[in-house]
């Protein structure tokens, strides 16, 4: 595809219930990453992808939060029992992680237009 | 761990040069980034720096001093479309992370 893309653009959800978002990456990127934002906030990294390597989960802030991605493409976060405090923007990156200009082992990340969810 | 530091907020005229700095701790470094985000928008990138030195792009440059952690986005003929918030990421080579500082929201007036 011509950039990131994520779905929903916006969720509103219920204290205690479960969302989905997606992300589909540029296609060839190898590298997927989540970030969370919140309002005036730098980005808080999540997890992180690579290829068929085991993920980086470092990033998640409690075990209610999950990631896949399905056939090195396609990712979806889980968020479990949503709360009040997860509400924040949602970004998404993908990278080409291969050596390319203009230094070995550049790979600038793309970003989706994330998703906002608000949790009531 | 990471520390990257960055201003919260800067204020700077029209047609005038800024220049937001930031200053990292961290181990395993292998690049370091800049971005800028528009409000309600996905950040896009600006410049990349792995050695020493500075790299110009039309009217941005950034510059980085690996021995001192520091780094400065320097943006010269302000427009008033630059007013955004600007993020500095540092890349950690042993795990390909990135991360971010908190970002500088530059307000460009008339």
């Known amino acids: 595809g011509a950039g990131v893309s994520q779905s929903p653009s916006n969720k509103v959800t219920e204290k205690g219930k479960d969302v989905e978002l997606r992300c589909d990456p540029i296609?060839?990127?190898?590298?997927l990453y989540w970030y969370r934002q919140s309002l005036g906030q730098g980005l808080e990294f999540l997890i992180y992808?690579?290829?068929?390597?085991?993920?980086?989960k470092s990033g998640l802030p409690s075990d209610r939060f999950s990631a896949e991605r399905t056939g090195g493409s396609v990712s979806t976060l889980t968020i479990q029992r949503t709360q009040q405090e997860d509400s924040a923007v949602y970004l998404c990156?993908?990278?080409?992680?291969?050596?390319?200009?203009?230094?070995?082992?550049?790979?600038?990340?793309?970003f989706g237009p994330g998703t906002r969810l608000t949790v009531l | 761990g990471q520390n990257i530091d960055q201003p919260t907020e800067m204020t700077a005229t029209e047609g005038a040069i800024v220049q937001i700095n930031c200053t990292y701790q961290?181990?395993?470094?292998?690049?370091l980034f800049w971005y800028q985000q528009h409000a309600g928008e996905a950040p896009t990138f600006l410049s990349y720096?792995?050695?020493?030195g500075l790299e110009e792009k039309g009217r941005f440059s950034s510059f980085l001093s690996r021995s001192k952690g520091y780094s400065y986005l320097l943006l010269k003929e302000l427009q008033m479309k630059d007013s955004a918030s600007y993020l500095c990421?540092?890349?950690?080579?042993?795990?390909?992370?990135?991360?971010f500082g908190s970002g500088t929201k530059l307000n460009v007036k008339p």
């Open positions: 990156a993908s990278s080409d992680v291969t050596g390319t200009a203009p230094a070995p082992g550049y790979n600038e990340q793309f």
């Open positions: 296609s060839g990127h190898t590298a």
């Open positions: 992808f690579q290829g068929n390597s085991a993920p980086d």
């Open positions: 961290t181990s395993g470094f292998n690049g």
């Open positions: 720096n792995v050695l020493d």
């Open positions: 990421a540092v890349r950690d080579f042993r795990f390909n992370k990135f991360y």
